[in-house]
């Protein structure tokens, strides 16, 4: 079965290139949320191999996704990206502190983020 | 970034963008009227930085460098200032504004042509000395707070200082938590914070950690001068803990928790019902992603034309069916008729739900027109209140469009020339800030934007004056305050004698009005001096198709629009009475003028007897109203009304053409100009 990726990310168009630049590797399926809520209601409904989340959403933080995820049985060893502007130092040094695998800054290569999901499902 | 983004990803960034832009826009103004107050909205500031951190991140993605940068600019700007690490002037403001302008260039720019290019040194440069300087914000109490690591490690740089002023303002922090159905609570979270924000702030909504069943917990931060009671009060629910971890006037130590109900299982509790039961299972039919989709408006056209065609196409079958009925088998032509109302019902939902797609709200509209007026101030150093009223009323989407730069003319035009400078206003005893209002309602099938200014109003005086140096009327020509407003619409009209930046930028009212007659709209006028002028549009809601009566005409048939026509009558010829040499008819003691239309379009009368009986269709737009005389009324049918094309399109008297079931296709009256044509005495058309 193809391995599944969560994206959450509240830009249509940003997440549409997310889900563009996997469908390019061919391997993977993609689920998308709008935000972090429908993130979190996503997480018990599909069984998810990676996640891919953006810190500045309009509802929960992706830092509070990630504290979440990583506070889950469940969801504790899914491999975490956070994809977002180059932006705080200090939200980005606690994203990785809280358990995200990989900090990807936008604008980011399509390769870039290819080769991180590669790293972490492959 | 180098790498090619398709042509559709292109559009969507397009779209996205103006999507913020309008929010970002209206978030401005909001931002700008705090001023005031000195003290700015957080939910608001941070909104608008949200869009500029968006906008950058997209830009970066397309390899727009321009748009990154200026993106980044304002984001940085705006970081500083939700920060606290700005001051909130109106320079400040302005600048925003003025980067929000170049960025609407550049963004319309790029739509056209992905090149396209600004030179962005001045406004850079203003941005970048506006962020200068920035004192690192003030240090928080935030460790006099009893709020737990696992709490503060979640929190964005952003939302720690939220806390710090929220303490600072010497409100308690409190951390409610509450557990919601999964299917359900964005919802109540959603509820719950609006009525949070009435009464201080929501600093962070964080899910508690744990095993996600059928229900999810969550941890609210919240700064308010309410104290526990007055939130429990509040929220008024079972399973609230509140916890209070500081701040407060009086700096008071952390309450006990109260108890509003059983707190044990916050976290993360079992399906406890059945509707619980049926939410908990992940079927795929459940998968909740993003619920809308952007369409481009060529496709919903496309979806339009092809329910058009399906409307003839069952028209044709009604046709067959009554021939069948009088000629053929009956009880064929009985089921076939069952048939073809059944057929007819879905099709008229199908083409209501479509027609529903088409509909947007009009303030999308009004939100660019808040940046229009704020700018045009400005520029003329006048003061402007704008009062916009019936946002949500609904247009097609492509009426919206067309509209929008007439009415943004109407609205430079009520500044420009309507209101006063301050001083003068304050001479004339009124406030020295003036006030454009834009409302927008529904009257039936057609939607009324009213402008209105509380100006000088329209001088008659000078307005006629300048139509005798234009040569547009004779010197003792007599003019009805109406016919002169009418003079405000000819071409080449203008009753500034410098044409200023704003309203003289190439188009006079001349084209404003053909723009909203080219929509079956109409325009008018209202003026009381020294209190101001009134312009009033009327829309139709939607132009693809339409109902319309069907009228024979000497021997011609023609379509109008039903949602022009307030009655049918049929009249003797001798109830026709002739007022100041034109044909009238008293209904319900109202007099109403008559317009032949076989004498309009020159055609010449089949039925020669001047005694014959007549049908009369009553038409109005706005206040006016009007008897068409035709011959026959030979029902009412959908239509789709098509453009007659750039060759034909300036034929008066005719908005369009129209197909009918039968592949016959007929001309469509323009209501609007008919009758404006006909009020104004011209009543003789060539066709």
């Known amino acids: ?122 | 970034m180098a790498d090619k983004r398709s042509s559709q990803a292109l559009r969507d960034f397009i779209s996205e963008t103006e999507e913020i832009i309008g929010s970002l826009n209206l978030d401005l103004v909001r931002l700008a009227d705090s001023l005031d107050c000195g003290d700015c909205d957080p939910d608001v500031l941070n909104g608008i930085f949200r869009g500029a951190h968006s906008i950058k991140g997209l830009a970066g993605m397309f390899g727009f460098d321009d748009l990154s940068r200026l993106s980044h600019s304002m984001e940085n700007l705006l970081d500083g200032l939700r920060l606290g690490k700005v001051p909130f002037t109106q320079a400040l403001v302005d600048t925003l504004f003025s980067a929000l302008d170049t960025l609407i260039r550049l963004i319309d720019g790029k739509s056209g042509d992905e090149h396209f290019t600004l030179d962005l040194t001045g406004i850079l440069a203003q941005l970048g000395e506006a962020a200068e300087g920035q004192a690192p914000a003030a240090g928080g109490p935030l460790a006099g707070l009893e709020l737990d690591a696992g709490i503060l490690n979640v929190l964005t740089e952003y939302e720690e200082h939220r806390l710090v002023e929220n303490v600072r303002k010497g409100r308690r922090i409190h951390l409610l938590r509450m557990s919601f159905d999964l299917a359900s609570f964005d919802q109540e979270l959603a509820e719950i914070t609006q009525q949070l924000k009435q009464h201080g702030e929501v600093i962070s909504t964080l899910p508690s950690a744990g095993e996600l069943g059928a229900r999810i917990a969550f941890q609210v931060l919240f700064g308010s001068d309410l104290d526990q009671a007055g939130i429990a009060v509040l929220l008024d629910r079972e399973d609230l803990d509140i916890r209070t971890c500081g701040g407060g006037v009086n700096a008071r130590p952390p309450e006990e928790p109260i108890a509003a109900g059983p707190l044990a299982e916050f976290a993360v509790t079992e399906p406890d019902g059945p509707a619980d039961a049926e939410n908990g299972e992940g079927g795929s039919s459940l998968r909740s992603i993003s619920r809308t989709v952007r369409v481009d408006i060529d496709k919903l056209d496309l979806l339009m034309n092809i329910v058009g065609e399906l409307v003839l196409s069952k028209s044709s079958i009604a046709d067959i069916n009554d021939r069948l009925k009088s000629s053929g088998d009956k009880a064929l032509a009985t089921e076939l008729g069952k048939a073809t109302r059944i057929l007819e019902r879905r099709l008229q939902e199908l083409q209501k739900s479509v027609m529903d797609v088409r509909m947007v709200p009009v303030g999308q509209l009004f939100e660019k027109m808040t940046r229009i007026v704020r700018r045009v101030a400005n520029e003329q150093g006048k003061k402007v209140d704008l009062d916009i009223r019936g946002a949500d009323t609904e247009l097609d989407k492509l009426i919206i469009e067309d509209i929008s730069d007439p009415l943004m003319h109407i609205i430079r035009n009520a500044i420009d020339h309507g209101l006063e400078l301050p001083e003068e206003r304050r001479s004339a005893g009124k406030p020295e800030k003036g006030l454009v209002r834009l409302w927008a309602s529904q009257k039936g099938n057609h939607v009324v934007i009213e402008v209105h200014d509380d100006g000088r109003g329209i001088d008659l005086a000078k307005v006629r004056r300048k139509a005798l140096e234009k040569k547009l009327i004779s010197a003792n020509q007599a003019l009805t305050d109406e016919e002169c407003y009418d003079l405000l619409f000819m071409p080449g009209f203008s009753t500034r004698d410098d044409v200023s930046d704003m309203s003289g930028r190439g188009v006079g009212m001349d084209v404003v009005k053909n723009n909203i007659a080219a929509l079956s709209g109409m325009i008018e006028v209202d003026s009381r001096p020294g209190q101001g002028a009134t312009m009033t549009i009327t829309l139709p809601i939607t132009l693809a198709i339409i109902k319309a009566l069907i009228v024979q005409v000497a021997d011609r048939t023609y379509a109008i629009p039903i949602n022009s026509v307030l009655e049918t009558l049929m009249i003797e010829a001798d109830a026709i009475d002739t007022v100041e040499k034109r044909e009238v008819i008293e209904l319900r003691r109202a007099t109403v003028p008559l317009l032949r239309l076989d004498q309009t379009f020159g055609l010449a009368a089949t039925d020669q007897n001047p005694d014959r009986r007549l049908f009369v269709a009553v038409v109005g737009l706005a206040e006016k109203r009007m008897g068409f005389v035709v011959d026959e009324l030979l029902g009412q049918q959908d239509v789709v009304i098509k453009s007659l094309g750039k060759a034909l399109g300036f034929i008066r008297g005719i908005a369009g053409a129209a197909e009918l079931g039968n592949q016959k296709t007929i001309l469509v009256l323009d209501v609007a100009g008919l009758m404006n044509e006909a009020l104004r005495g011209e009543s003789s058309l060539n066709v």
Request: no cysteine.
């Open chain 1, 1 to 122: 079965m193809a391995k599944k990726i969560l994206i959450a990310e509240d830009s249509l168009t940003m997440r549409s290139l997310i889900v563009s630049t996997i469908a390019a590797m061919g391997d993977y399926e993609t689920v998308e949320a709008a935000n972090g809520f429908e993130a979190l209601r996503l997480l018990p409904r599909e069984k998810v191999d990676l996640i891919i989340t953006d810190i500045n959403m309009p509802d929960i933080n992706g830092l509070e996704l990630v504290s979440f995820i990583r506070g889950n049985d469940n969801y504790r060893d899914t491999p975490l990206l956070i994809i977002s502007t180059e932006g705080s130092e200090r939200d980005r040094a606690k994203g990785m502190a809280l358990g995200a695998n990989a900090y990807l800054v936008k604008p980011f290569a399509p390769d870039q983020l290819q080769q991180l999901i590669r790293e972490y499902l492959d």
